[in-house]
């Protein structure tokens, strides 16, 4: 089989998908999002002579711009293309409040969310939600851009900076955790590896921030919500993120359709590219 990687500057995630292809049998090739060309009976698929592709990453740029990716995953699943993860498990993923939509309808605990443009509405809501949030970039990855709030003066201001910048205010109640949390890796609904990831002085977890993992046996639960997270945002390769709070109850943070696996399967040995192009050579 001949897969397509889509991505940016290609890294180590996407040689780590050739050398699996390779192993397994098969060929595969990066190609820069910003490379493709698309057209209407004038101009030939942008992902001809491709049997798949995995999406690795999604390189930043306008709206129209990445508008236009999503579109040629579109066209190209409309055509036959093997697509994973699918565009519209994509377009949920990325953001974080279709995502937290999603998981609610599926009656799965995500810590409570607003919303907003206006920073006076914004600040309302900080107080409803125990004057303790944490503030994310509604589309953004491995902990970038998030913020612990606790203090109201300092709400306000970074509002009003977000409200005057044109930007959404996404801020969720702070969940007191134990300072660890669980990343799960589903592949096709069942789950290929599981670490537990622990902070360092940190609230937050990510590795990728300075935190530490080690390999993990999900419980029974712990499986459920994972895989129930993966079918909820329509993710046949899914990254979910899983956290307990200070009663025990398990919440849903985050579900990941480009997730990473460097930490993964430096913490369990589970060769997680050669699972997903397995996969990838089935789906569809």
């Not at 940016?8 to 910003?34: C, K, M, P, Q, S």
């Not at 040629?72 to 699918?86: C, D, E, I, K, Q």
């Not at 969940?175 to 799960?184: L, Q, S, T």
């Not at 937050?204 to 919500?225: D, F, I, W, Y």
Request: net charge neutral; proline share 5%; glycine share 10%.
């Amino acid at each position: 089989m001949n897969i397509a990687i889509l991505s940016g500057y290609g890294g180590w995630h996407v040689d780590d998908l050739i050398r699996a292809a390779g192993e397994l049998g098969h060929t595969a090739r990066n190609l820069d999002f910003r490379t493709l060309v698309a057209g209407v009976e004038t101009e030939p698929t942008p992902l001809a002579g491709f049997e798949a592709a995995i999406v690795r990453t999604m390189p930043s740029g306008s709206l129209e711009q990445v508008v236009f990716r999503v579109d040629v995953l579109h066209a190209a699943a409309a055509n036959g293309l093997r697509v994973v993860n699918p565009p519209r498990a994509i377009e949920t993923c990325v953001d974080k409040y279709l995502t937290n939509v999603r998981l609610a309808k599926a009656g799965l605990r995500t810590p409570p969310t607003h919303v907003s443009e206006k920073a006076e509405l914004a600040l309302e809501a900080f107080h409803r939600l125990g004057g303790d949030v944490v503030l994310k970039p509604i589309f953004g990855s491995e902990g970038r851009g998030m913020v612990r709030l606790t203090d109201p003066e300092t709400a306000w201001r970074t509002f009003h900076v977000l409200e005057r910048t044109g930007q959404i205010v996404y801020q969720q109640k702070f969940i007191r955790h134990p300072g660890w949390d669980v990343r799960a890796f589903a592949i096709g609904g069942r789950i290929v590896a599981a670490m537990k990831r622990s902070s360092h002085g940190d609230w937050r977890t990510n590795v990728a921030r300075g935190g530490s993992a080690e390999p993990m046996k999900l419980t029974a639960e712990q499986e459920s919500l994972t895989l129930r997270a993966a079918e909820a945002t329509g993710c046949p390769v899914a990254g979910v993120d899983l956290l307990s709070g200070p009663d025990g109850e398990w919440y849903v943070i985050e579900v990941n359709a480009v997730p990473g696996w460097r930490a993964l399967a430096a913490a369990t040995g589970v060769d997680v590219a050669k699972d997903v192009v397995r996969f990838v050579a089935t789906f569809g």
